[in-house]
């Protein structure tokens, strides 16, 4: 039993090795801090002794004004020590905490910036969120509160038992002591049942915080639906079981205290009943059992923050294992050593083979060949789950996993660093994402430093200009997840903007002017042309229109190359891009009011 409880209690205190190498980072604060507990806890220890000698004097009828005064002012002295040492430690012990939480939420989010699109599809963004903030705060508990509680209950404990042990009596000591042993294996059990119950109940959390922003983020689509009722009653049931794992939490923490009480109240009565007996036996004076039942008064708050220091760690001790998992997650695309530095440019050499996302052994390209030289424009067309964005995806180096080679300027790119290729591309996605800013910061996400003039400049090229002007604030005008709410051409508009604003050496269209009407679009291509002079251009989409002046066009079918040519060529070929353009004239002609 004893091996137990020591196995189990290493077991419990093992999040403080774990988080080691914060203490070493802050170990002049914490040292500083210990310390002073140290003396607070030996201070504490003085008042029950110096009761105990007054009461000795007053049962003599020796006690004079000099003697009491002089303890008094003992007293005094020891309670502005404490006043400013527990100032001190405070700031030390809990502000190191605060920086650890800093330190750790920052972690998360440097990891998160280099994970990749793999990452964000396995794990919900509600816990990723949980993790980031009620995670963060159990631990930021541990290492702020638990250490406190450590320490403190140790010291505390320590310099009482030795005050009564080696100032009283140590036989009455030892007596009292013994029902110690059963409070110890009672709090190593609650703190493992906490642990597993503190688990499933961060777990609950994440999910709600899960659904919580899911809901937000899809308000509209659950309106349109008609949808709330089932959305309310969805969330109800996600709370009630955060409700449930907390108070299954809480069910185990309320033991801690009532147990705790118990085994003091026994305490006392050991205390009580043989400190009476010495006191008659004349082993012990009536001083002396005053200061015995004072020190075990003081001895009740390291015995209580001991059973809450469990609680503290066992929380602490869970949230730290999910972040430590989290952080775990290997980062997929990293740069190799001695990876080049520099901007890519030059021509773009497509050689692939065989392609495959994770987790599915289908290719979802192969056989891709083509080369693109400096300043074409690339159109790639097919319907929907050919390939086209998985093309893309490739270029950017979501995917580093591939058979076959990628070229871009003559150099595989993924002997570039992952900055300097991504910082040559401008990249438009199918789902534009706008931040809650003004729509000028939107526009110069990328170069924030940027002037005005040129960020009109780039909303002129994307026609969207004249459109800002008609908003309330114009540029200054919030968009996002607050604010005004734009059409999709807008959005679609602006995030082109944005992307001109890098001036990259190759922009990439990924279907991001199927919200524009016809006439908008062709002004836009032929701004691009234009403007981009001796710069690459890939353009994917769904409408020919947008691609059919393109150097060339990659007619993808499941995965594969059905054509590529100019939109002449294929149009002679009379295959499957020729088939594709017919219908789209038809159905063109036909919205017109045209007949067949």
Not at 205 to 217: G, H, M, P, R, V
Not at 462 to 487: C, K, M, P, Q, W
């Amino acid at each position: 039993m004893q091996f137990h409880i020591v196995q189990q209690g290493e077991e419990n205190m093992r999040v403080f090795f774990e988080l080691g190498w914060f203490f070493k980072e802050r170990k002049l604060h914490y040292a500083g801090g210990i310390f002073m507990l140290l003396i607070v806890a030996f201070l504490g220890v003085l008042p029950p002794r110096i009761i105990g000698f007054v009461v000795d004097e007053i049962s003599k009828g020796t006690l004079t004004v000099s003697y009491l005064l002089m303890w008094l002012g003992v007293l005094a002295g020891a309670a502005l020590a404490m006043y400013a040492l527990r100032y001190a430690w405070r700031i030390m012990i809990f502000g190191s905490s605060i920086l650890l939480a800093r330190n750790l939420r920052e972690q998360l989010f440097r990891h998160f910036t280099r994970m990749s699109p793999t990452f964000y599809q396995k794990r919900r963004v509600g816990d990723l969120m949980a993790h980031a903030t009620n995670d963060i705060q159990a631990v930021q508990q541990t290492a702020g509160a638990g250490v406190l509680t450590l320490v403190d209950s140790l010291a505390t404990g320590g310099f009482v038992i030795a005050a009564m042990a080696l100032t009283v009596s140590w036989k009455l000591t030892l007596i009292v002591l013994l029902p110690l042993p059963l409070m110890a294996f009672m709090t190593n059990y609650y703190g493992k049942l906490m642990h597993q119950r503190f688990h499933k109940a961060q777990e609950a959390f994440s999910s709600l915080n899960d659904k919580t922003q899911e809901s937000i983020s899809g308000m509209k689509v659950i309106k349109t639906f008609g949808q709330e009722n089932e959305d309310i009653e969805d969330f109800k049931r996600l709370s009630h079981t955060v409700v449930d794992e907390n108070i299954k939490v809480a069910r185990v923490d309320s033991l801690f205290d009532p147990t705790i009480s118990a085994i003091i109240g026994i305490c006392y009565l050991l205390a009580i009943g043989f400190g009476s007996y010495f006191v008659v036996s004349g082993s012990m004076t009536i001083g002396d059992l005053v200061a015995f039942t004072a020190y075990l008064g003081l001895l009740v708050w390291p015995m209580l923050a001991f059973g809450w220091l469990f609680n503290i760690v066992e929380r602490g001790r869970a949230s730290y294992d999910r972040i430590r998992l989290l952080l775990s997650e290997p980062v997929e695309i990293e740069d190799q050593e001695g990876a080049v530095d520099l901007e890519p440019k030059g021509d773009l050499v497509f050689a692939l083979d065989r392609f495959h996302f994770t987790n599915d052994e289908r290719a979802a390209l192969q056989n891709i060949h083509f080369r693109l030289k400096r300043g074409e424009t690339l159109g790639i067309a097919g319907k929907t789950g050919s390939g086209k964005s998985a093309i893309l995806r490739l270029l950017l180096r979501e995917f580093d996993q591939y058979e076959g080679e990628i070229t871009f300027g003559g150099i595989p790119i993924n002997e570039y660093k992952k900055q300097s290729l991504r910082e040559a591309i401008g990249y438009v996605p199918q789902e534009h994402f706008l931040f809650s800013t003004t729509v000028a910061g939107n526009i110069a996400f990328a170069r924030p430093d940027t002037t005005m003039e040129e960020v009109q400049a780039a909303a002129k090229l994307a026609y969207i200009h004249e459109d800002i002007l008609n908003f309330t604030h114009g540029y200054e005008t919030v968009v996002g997840e607050r604010g005004v709410s734009l059409s999709g051409g807008q959005k679609q508009r602006i995030s082109i903007a944005r992307a001109l604003m890098m001036k990259p050496e190759l922009l990439i269209l990924d279907d991001s002017l199927s919200a524009v009407d016809a006439k908008t679009e062709e002004a836009i291509l032929s701004s691009l042309k234009e403007t981009r002079s001796g710069q690459t251009t890939i353009i994917t989409s769904h409408r020919l229109s947008a691609i059919q002046h393109a150097h060339q066009i990659l007619v993808m079918d499941e995965g594969t190359v059905a054509e590529i040519g100019t939109h002449d060529e294929l149009m002679r070929k009379k295959g499957r891009y020729y088939e594709m353009y017919e219908l789209q004239q038809l159905e063109a002609l036909v919205e017109q009011g045209g007949e067949v």
